[in-house]
């Protein structure tokens, strides 16, 4: 049965609960009772008879119930008056109680013996409906709590999809501002490979445009999308460098994160081989796919001598503290990176599990 009621924030009213579909759920409840309770007192006197008694009970035990849910708990429950509520509670099974053990004796007038059960009976009656009473009270806060849980569960979900957004968005202009000054580079080399650029480009600017928009990505489309963000790193850096990129293991229908070895693959070009003025760096990817088990590894070179930043220019790396909250965003306890910064080279180690996908 779902409830009318509210433990935090306004309660719903009388007239709220009869013009929703919870109505159907209270009368199909309550239809339930009133057939248990038949079945218990059983048909000695005649169906009718019995039927019409449980009537009156359904009745009792319903208004106890509603009174309960829709003024004792939001008027003194809701607002910490425990004492006064369990005082309200109690005046109120005991003030139901007789008034509902006088329609019974009036109705059984012409059964001496069921009045005298009805008065031997009395506090049997009133425990029955403080039982009833003090049930209501426990739905009313188990209810409140599991839908307290659902908001929150609900709010954090909203929270986690909007951070993923602006994460993301932060992550596809820093890609294209470096890409378009790759770009403008060689145009004013009048290089020949400015056009193999535009096209590469375009695929790229396709796949975060209408692929990335989904939560997880096919791992062979972003293997491809990698392999063509080398080859732009390839046309621009010349032979003065070496860049492999090795994938191990069976691609499949495994499905990732879109975008996550971005920032890895700008960080090791932009502080490592675009550092070179001479021959010697390189860029080595690795990629293991084992089933569910994914491990990428990259590592740049490092030149012996970093040139002094500029105090004016501002500074992004936003890069890869990005992508170290959207790993605890996407893949909590799935993921283990290490990340080592020596004197000559600069390692990232990551292991995903992506057995959720």
């Given at each position: 049965?779902?409830?009318?009621?509210?433990?935090?924030?306004?309660?719903?009213?009388?007239?709220?609960?009869?013009?929703?579909?919870?109505?159907?759920?209270?009368?199909?409840?309550?239809?339930?009772?009133?057939?248990?309770?038949?079945?218990?007192?059983?048909?000695?006197?005649?169906?009718?008879?019995?039927?019409?008694?449980?009537?009156?009970?359904?009745?009792?035990?319903?208004?106890?119930?509603?009174?309960?849910?829709?003024?004792?708990?939001?008027?003194?429950?809701?607002?910490?008056k425990f004492l006064?509520?369990?005082?309200?509670?109690?005046?109120?099974?005991?003030?139901?109680?007789?008034?509902?053990?006088?329609?019974?004796?009036?109705?059984?007038?012409?059964?001496?013996?069921?009045?005298?059960?009805?008065?031997?009976?009395?506090?049997?009656?009133?425990?029955?409906?403080?039982?009833?009473?003090?049930?209501?009270?426990?739905?009313?806060?188990?209810?409140?709590?599991?839908?307290?849980?659902?908001?929150?569960?609900?709010?954090?979900?909203?929270?986690?999809?909007?951070?993923?957004?602006?994460?993301?968005?932060?992550?596809?202009?820093?890609?294209?501002?470096?890409?378009?000054?790759?770009?403008?580079?060689?145009?004013?080399?009048?290089?020949?490979?400015?056009?193999?650029?535009?096209?590469?480009?375009?695929?790229?600017?396709?796949?975060?445009?209408?692929?990335?928009?989904?939560?997880?990505?096919?791992?062979?489309?972003?293997?491809?999308?990698?392999?063509?963000?080398?080859?732009?790193?390839?046309?621009?850096?010349?032979?003065?460098?070496?860049?492999?990129?090795?994938?191990?293991?069976?691609?499949?229908?495994?499905?990732?994160?879109?975008?996550?070895?971005?920032?890895?693959?700008?960080?090791?070009?932009?502080?490592?081989?675009?550092?070179y003025i001479t021959?010697?760096?390189?860029?080595?990817?690795?990629?293991?796919?084992?089933?569910?088990?994914?491990?990428?590894?990259?590592?740049?070179?490092?030149?012996?001598?970093?040139?002094?930043?500029?105090?004016?220019?501002?500074?992004?790396?936003?890069?890869?503290?990005?992508?170290?909250?959207?790993?605890?965003?996407?893949?909590?306890?799935?993921?283990?990176?290490?990340?080592?910064?020596?004197?000559?080279?600069?390692?990232?180690?990551?292991?995903?599990?992506?057995?959720?996908?």
């Amino acid at each position: 049965m779902e409830r009318g009621f509210a433990l935090s924030g306004r309660p719903a009213s009388f007239g709220e609960l009869l013009g929703s579909r919870r109505t159907a759920y209270h009368i199909l409840f309550w239809l339930i009772i009133l057939i248990i309770l038949m079945i218990v007192e059983g048909t000695e006197y005649g169906f009718w008879f019995t039927l019409s008694n449980e009537i009156i009970n359904v009745l009792f035990y319903g208004f106890l119930v509603y009174f309960n849910w829709f003024y004792l708990i939001p008027n003194y429950l809701n607002e910490k008056k425990f004492l006064t509520y369990a005082i309200l509670l109690t005046l109120s099974a005991i003030i139901l109680t007789p008034l509902k053990m006088l329609v019974f004796y009036w109705k059984f007038n012409a059964i001496p013996v069921a009045q005298q059960q009805l008065i031997n009976n009395q506090l049997g009656y009133f425990m029955l409906s403080f039982i009833i009473a003090s049930g209501s009270t426990i739905y009313a806060i188990l209810m409140d709590w599991f839908r307290q849980l659902r908001e929150k569960q609900e709010l954090e979900t909203q929270t986690m999809q909007s951070e993923l957004r602006f994460l993301k968005s932060q992550i596809n202009p820093h890609f294209l501002f470096n890409t378009l000054n790759n770009l403008y580079a060689l145009t004013l080399k009048k290089s020949d490979q400015a056009p193999e650029i535009v096209i590469k480009l375009s695929e790229m600017m396709r796949y975060m445009l209408y692929e990335c928009n989904e939560k997880r990505v096919l791992l062979s489309k972003e293997i491809h999308y990698l392999n063509n963000y080398l080859d732009l790193e390839r046309l621009r850096q010349g032979k003065n460098v070496s860049i492999t990129f090795s994938v191990n293991g069976e691609v499949q229908d495994q499905k990732i994160a879109p975008l996550l070895f971005i920032p890895f693959l700008e960080n090791s070009f932009k502080h490592g081989l675009n550092n070179y003025i001479t021959h010697g760096g390189f860029v080595r990817i690795n990629l293991e796919i084992n089933q569910t088990q994914l491990h990428f590894q990259i590592e740049n070179s490092k030149p012996e001598k970093m040139p002094v930043a500029d105090p004016n220019r501002r500074s992004g790396g936003i890069g890869l503290v990005n992508v170290h909250r959207r790993l605890n965003l996407l893949y909590p306890d799935q993921y283990e990176l290490r990340i080592d910064n020596t004197p000559k080279s600069y390692v990232v180690d990551l292991k995903l599990d992506l057995s959720d996908t």
